[in-house]
């Protein structure tokens, strides 16, 4: 699952993004209107987490304009104000949520994936997936092959779920780079095929095929 972070505050952007992808998440993480804007119309997230206080356009504009042009993504947004005016304001503009600072983490992962699982813009991005021997648990962030569990870093586990949920489509490794890794991630990075060799250690040689000079093709062996 993916996550666009919009934050102007780099502390506050640093400790929410390490906080996601320790949790499993796949995040990009940009620090104004016009670059929330620009990115969530350049990739489908599963939800943004977006602050209301930002250098040009506020979250509430932001999040109005996304609703404007038809992007559905689950918005939760964070906010140092807690007047109730504030709150109605933005549930009018069309976000989900609405979470005053300060905040635990852990009430914040609660509701994201609670935004997640009442409302995935994408193919029921909540639900399990399977693939021969293979269930994954986006959620609970768990793998088993058969019975056994599989135990996954959580680079390897985002880099699993994106191959399960595109079956039998080839993945260039800069498409990879962009979920797993963030946009900024430098292109010519190999460190996709040092994960893709992780993974075939855990999850078996046969069920990643290698395209070659192009990426990487999930296989399923059920099919």
């Not at 016009?34 to 990739?43: E, K, V």
């Not at 300060?102 to 009442?118: D, K, N, T, Y």
């Not at 996954?152 to 191959?163: A, D, K, M, Q």
Request: hydrophobic share 45%.
């Amino acid at each position: 699952m993916r996550l666009l972070i919009v934050e102007d505050s780099d502390a506050m952007a640093k400790l929410l993004g390490k906080g996601f992808r320790e949790e499993g998440y796949a995040v990009d993480v940009v620090d104004t209107g016009a670059d929330a804007l620009a990115a969530a119309t350049a990739c489908e997230y599963d939800a943004l987490v977006l602050d209301v206080v930002l250098p040009d356009l506020d979250g509430f504009e932001v999040c109005a304009r996304l609703r404007r042009s038809g992007r559905q993504v689950p918005v939760l947004m964070l906010t140092g104000r807690d007047a109730v005016r504030d709150r109605i304001k933005g549930l009018d503009v069309g976000a989900d949520d609405y979470l005053c600072k300060p905040f635990s983490f852990a009430e914040l992962c609660a509701r994201v994936r609670a935004l997640i699982r009442r409302g995935g813009t994408r193919d029921d991005v909540a639900a399990p997936l399977e693939a021969g021997p293979l269930r994954l648990d986006p959620l609970c962030r768990r793998v088993w092959a058969e019975a056994a569990e599989i135990d996954l870093s959580t680079t390897e586990f985002v880099l699993l779920e994106l191959l399960m949920r595109n079956p039998g489509r080839v993945l260039s490794r800069s498409r990879i780079l962009d979920h797993v890794w963030g946009f900024r991630y430098p292109v010519r990075s190999n460190v996709v095929d040092q994960y893709v060799r992780y993974l075939r250690h855990k999850v078996g040689q046969d069920q990643i095929e290698t395209v070659r000079g192009v990426g990487y093709r999930f296989r399923d062996l059920a099919s």
